[in-house]
């Protein structure tokens, strides 16, 4: 397992630049690009200018000319990213830091739900993992990072275009990482009427949500057993159909919303409600550090990080780029891993002695030790592999005894020795 997350690869994180809506940088040559200048194409889409006294909002889509984007990044002061804590950096937390990179490799897998004590390190692990995210092809200026080779991972715009027999402009661009706010709006979160547009050109547009930008990519939740209700809906009913539809205004749009659902929370703040706890491929529990020399380590560590947040970034560079090379080795090798058929009748006979609900235990489970022999440069699974995933697949689906003492992970792991023995 050391050996596994001890290697380590990532490219740089580039951060979005704050300028203030007067200080738009000076390059000529990308002042206006489809009409659109280069402050709303470099800053998430959203232009604001100022006329004659009054302020514009205008929102467009993003990523329709990534040679515009690249050449935007180069000229950006690199002291004014914000810094990300290097994944690689990270001390213990083995179990955590697995279940995420497993759904890395394959995004199948669903998502990992993190549950812990307060303070160690839950939401850090996560945003850290940005900088190892791969890339992926994108319909050019598609809000729903339309896969151009999946048609299920398709916009409707795109499809409509591909039917007209018009040529799609494909780039490369890193899987994207999307939080989600507990205060965050319905609304903001699926999508809505862009009311600019209405109001202005008499026509209803609608205006992508998180879930859109999220397509294809991570959805983040911190503190998600603190999430609202009627959120909690809205994530359940996209991560059932992999679509999100929107009904606003006599609009009826649909479009895909497929992405890996990560979510962090403490369980003393109040339980996850089970229908979205299934939802989560896998399950990590995370707890204190109690060895002293360690806990001082990860102190000394966070000390330096904060100090220079730079130099401490560079000193972990090459432990990054191995663990990235390590991930894009591992996904282009997965679909060539095999497991035995026998292996696949006891994983599911775990399964049915442990009164798991439906069939994604045996499902996620089988991906999951796929992913783990893949990362390990393995072409098939072993019953160590599935030992080592299979009590984060299962744990959470397990149901709750409320005389039961023993934890469900403990559970998992007997009947797994019970059965492969």
Not at 8 to 32: D, W
Not at 90 to 119: A, F, S, T, W, Y
Not at 304 to 317: A, G, Q, V
Request: charged residues 25%; proline residues 4%; contains cysteine.
């Amino acid at each position: 397992m050391a050996s596994i997350l001890g290697n380590s690869s990532a490219a740089v994180l580039t951060s979005r630049p704050f300028y203030s809506s007067t200080s738009k940088p000076s390059l000529p040559s990308l002042s206006q690009v489809s009409g659109q200048s280069y402050w709303r194409k470099y800053n998430g889409g959203i232009g604001i200018q100022g006329k004659k006294g009054r302020a514009q909002l205008q929102v467009v889509n993003v990523a329709t000319d990534i040679d515009t984007v690249e050449q935007a990044k180069r000229v950006v002061d690199k002291d004014s990213q914000r810094p990300v804590y290097p994944f690689a950096a990270i001390v213990g937390q083995d179990e955590m830091k697995l279940c995420l990179l497993l759904n890395v490799i394959d995004p199948k897998i669903g998502g990992v739900m993190i549950m812990g004590d307060r303070g160690t390190g839950k939401s850090t692990t996560v945003r850290s993992l940005v900088d190892l995210l791969p890339e992926i092809q994108v319909v050019a200026g598609d809000p729903y990072n339309s896969d151009p080779q999946d048609p299920e991972a398709m916009g409707m715009e795109v499809r409509e275009s591909i039917t007209k027999g018009k040529e799609l402009t494909v780039v490369l661009t890193k899987i994207n990482m999307v939080d989600l706010p507990l205060g965050a709006t319905e609304d903001r979160v699926c999508g809505t009427i862009d009311i600019e547009k209405a109001l202005t050109e008499g026509v209803k547009a609608f205006e992508p949500g998180l879930l859109a930008k999220a397509n294809r990519g991570i959805l983040y939740v911190d503190e998600v057993n603190l999430l609202d209700d009627h959120l909690v809906d809205v994530l359940l009913d996209s991560a059932a159909s992999g679509w999100n539809t929107v009904e606003r205004e006599g609009i009826s749009i649909s479009h895909p919303a497929r992405f890996i659902l990560i979510g962090s929370g403490n369980p003393e703040e109040g339980e996850l409600r089970p229908q979205l706890l299934d939802r989560f491929g896998m399950h990590a529990q995370v707890g204190t550090v109690r060895d002293a020399e360690l806990r001082v380590k990860i102190v000394e560590e966070r000390a330096r990080f904060d100090r220079n947040p730079k130099e401490f970034r560079s000193s972990y560079m090459a432990e990054q780029e191995k663990l990235q090379q390590q991930i894009g080795a591992a996904r282009a090798c997965l679909g060539s891993v095999q497991i035995d058929h026998d292996l696949k009748v006891k994983i599911s006979k775990v399964c049915a002695e442990l009164n798991v609900d439906g069939l994604r235990g045996d499902i996620v489970t089988n991906r999951a030790a796929k992913a783990l022999a893949s990362l390990k440069g393995k072409d098939k699974v072993s019953a160590e592999d599935i030992a080592t995933v299979i009590p984060n697949c299962l744990r959470h689906r397990l149901r709750k005894d409320p005389l039961e003492s023993i934890d469900s992970g403990l559970l998992v792991i007997e009947k797994f020795y019970e059965v492969f023995s």
